[in-house]
């Protein structure tokens, strides 16, 4: 399948900081990658999509002032947690549509393994 | 109410026991369906995935979507230890990747041997 990396893995900054965090596709494109947020024991939440070449589209309850993401190639997406604080503390994973899967009607979700960001 | 409903456990078994994983939503557009697996402090990995109602089998696995009743399942059949992980279901309005995934808060499974 699909691979989609993550860097850094782990991140411990000082509240008032910002922080980025980058999403590559290693071996397709993707005009589309999705960035999620995952707090211990809740679910997955949606945050952001992003979209190669243009503004990303945020969910509701998501500041785009602090949660700036670039999608500058077909492979590359980043998040900047801008101005830290420690209630910014969690999970932060991406994710990217693959192509030509056998079901035309389907394109599966490839998760990167995350970045475990810690504010101090 | 929460979009997607999904019992957190943990959820323990005996090796060998067949597991029934659940989920609830309540908007009706969704119309696929996703069972993902993740391991702690990982990215999730697809398990399987069905378009509008009815059955999948993939090996041991089998997903059931019932949209009249807004129920999604996962069963496990002759469950292993390796299966220990957390299930996360997972829903979207469209197949094509254009959109972002709804999930639920996921399922601590934990097959003793």
């Known amino acids: 399948g699909a691979v989609v990396s993550q860097h850094p893995s782990r991140v411990i900054c000082k509240s008032g900081t910002s922080v980025k965090i980058e999403c590559r596709s290693l071996?397709?494109?993707?005009?589309?990658m999705f960035w999620y947020r995952q707090f211990p024991k809740k679910s997955l939440m949606l945050m952001a999509t992003?979209?190669?070449?243009?503004?990303?589209?945020?969910e509701q309850g998501v500041e785009k002032d602090k949660f700036l993401i670039n999608h500058a190639s077909l492979t590359l997406s980043t998040l900047t947690v801008t101005s830290a604080h420690p209630e910014d503390s969690s999970f932060y994973i991406c994710?990217?549509?693959?192509?030509?899967?056998?079901?035309?009607?389907?394109?599966?979700?490839?998760f990167g393994p995350g970045t475990r960001l810690t504010v101090l | 109410q929460k979009e997607v409903e999904q019992d957190p456990g943990p959820l323990s078994v005996p090796e060998g026991a067949i597991v029934s994983l659940n989920c609830t939503y309540s908007?009706?557009?969704?119309?696929?369906f996703m069972w993902y697996r993740q391991y702690s402090r990982k990215g999730p990995e697809l398990l399987m995935y069905?378009?509008?109602?009815g059955n999948k089998e993939d090996g041991r696995f089998t997903a059931q979507v019932d949209k009249s009743s807004k129920y999604i399942s996962l069963f496990i059949r002759d469950s292993q230890p390796s299966d220990s992980a957390t299930y996360l279901c997972?829903?979207?309005?469209?197949?094509?990747?254009?959109?972002?995934?709804?999930f639920g808060k996921g399922t601590h499974l934990i097959i003793q041997p």
């Open positions: 071996d397709f494109q993707a005009t589309t």
């Open positions: 908007n009706s557009a969704f119309q696929y």
């Open positions: 069905t378009y509008s109602s």
């Open positions: 994710s990217a549509p693959g192509t030509g899967g056998i079901d035309y009607l389907y394109n599966e979700q490839f």
């Open positions: 997972a829903m979207s309005f469209s197949g094509g990747g254009a959109d972002g995934l709804t």
């Open positions: 992003s979209n190669e070449g243009s503004k990303a589209t945020y």
